[in-house]
């Protein structure tokens, strides 16, 4: 009976899967989605418990109150604004399952033909997945250096690596039982990780995080094709296959090769930082900006990494009420890869309980900044610099970004001139039509919140 219980959970369990992609693409249905999710990931968790193939449920239960300690205090208490490093260890965590999985299964069967084949291909996978998520999460720790690491013959040693784990992958698949060589391709692989990731820059971490949320999906589908799960298959399939896409669309979003990524930044990478010169800048104080706000019929906050540094969203969502109660029409403009993963604005602005409605993409909101009164940037740099569109030999050149400069007037709050990942200056700061706001982005929003109630009191 139990054997004929767990096809129809597998199966609501992927149909759960499927539609909680579909639903967490947009963000008035994503709350569903996930709850779909959870819900799909309970009955995948309890039909393979009701396999035959489970005699022991005492490791098991064991494990899993070990990794729930673990995993509720992460959860719990690491910031939202931690939400990018804490993607990457989740990342590192489920390939180093899949790949001790698939250790441990080579051991005590040795396999033949497509099962080997497929465990290879799943531990492949799935340490070099491990280390290089590890690798991303240092850097978005800031406990690595951001900057890209290179040096001479990069590109010779990496392929040399990976070619040399694929060689030793083909002889085990042909030979299973030479058991001494797995250890080396273990090794290599796990060397290979740390390798993909160091010649890559902090400015790529967005698309970095997509990519390896793919190649963990694909490591999950192979370990279904090894162990004959159906459910791993599709799930694996799923979180490959949208990993991917995401990280092509995010490769558009910064103008950048799909291949210089995808290979570890095989090829030209941008690594020289050109030093800021001195231009004259406009700045004003908070109360000017709550003036020149309180004028506007229209504004566009754009927000940055700045902000989540800062944690400035709650003190946004205030400014956003005042303004709207004050008839203005307040609009939140969000580029691909602002912040430090996908989507990292909308889940602080959503923390925050901003309107979904107010969160509007690059290219729906692009045309509507001739028609704004005010644009606030926030935290925000190389997204909102018009080299991109002007200055042909700018790194950032052909790069889509957030046409701010054509609003009436563009507010910039910024701590410092300092550049952007780029490392070169923003044209934006030295417009006419701009004024620095320099501080911390939490306590300056506060303090033109603090103005705006000041004058509706008067008012």
Known sequence: MMESIFPVLYLLASASFILAIKWMSSPTTARRGVFVGEIGMLLAV?????????????????????????????????????????????????????????????????????????????????????????????????????????????????????????????????????????????????????????????????????????????????????????????????????????????????????????????????????????????????????????????????????MAVAQAQHKLRELHDILTKRGIEVSFAIHPVAGRMPGHMNVLLAEADVPYDRLIEMDEINPEFPRTDVVLVIGANDVVNPAARFTANSPIAGMPILNVYEAQTVMVIKRSMSPGFAGIDNDLYYMDKTLMLFGDAKAFVSSIVKELNAVAAGS
């Open 46 to 306: 309890v039909g393979t418990l009701l396999r035959a193939e489970v005699v022991n449920y005492q490791w098991i239960f064991i494990a899993f109150f070990i990794g729930a300690a673990i995993g509720v205090p992460i959860a719990y208490y690491m910031p939202m604004t931690a939400v990018p490093q804490r993607t990457a260890f989740s990342h590192a965590c489920g390939a180093l399952a899949a790949a001790l999985i698939g250790a441990a299964e080579y051991y005590r069967q040795k396999p033949h033909g497509v099962v080997m084949i497929a465990l290879i291909v799943e531990m492949l996978l799935g340490f070099l997945t491990f280390t290089a998520s590890m690798m991303a999460f240092g850097k978005l720790q800031e406990t690595l250096p951001q900057r890209p690491i290179t040096f001479r013959g990069q590109n010779f040693v990496n392929l040399g690596i990976l070619l040399a784990a694929v060689v030793i992958g083909v002889m085990l698949i042909l030979s299973p039982e030479r058991t001494w060589l797995f250890p080396i391709f273990a090794v290599l692989s796990l060397a290979f990780g740390v390798l993909l990731i160091i010649p890559i820059g902090g400015a790529d971490m967005p698309t970095v995080i997509a990519l390896l949320n793919s190649y963990a999906g694909l490591s999950a589908s192979a370990m279904g094709f090894a162990f004959d799960n159906k459910l791993l298959i599709v799930a694996g399939a799923l979180d490959g296959s949208s990993g991917f896409i995401l990280a092509v669309i995010m490769c558009r979003a910064m103008n950048r090769s799909f291949s210089n990524v995808l290979f570890g930044a095989f090829g030209t990478i941008q690594t020289a930082v050109t030093k800021t010169t001195e231009r004259p800048v406009r700045s004003a104080s908070a109360e000017e900006a709550a003036e020149i706000l309180d004028a506007a019929r229209k504004v566009v906050i754009v927000p940055g990494y700045g």
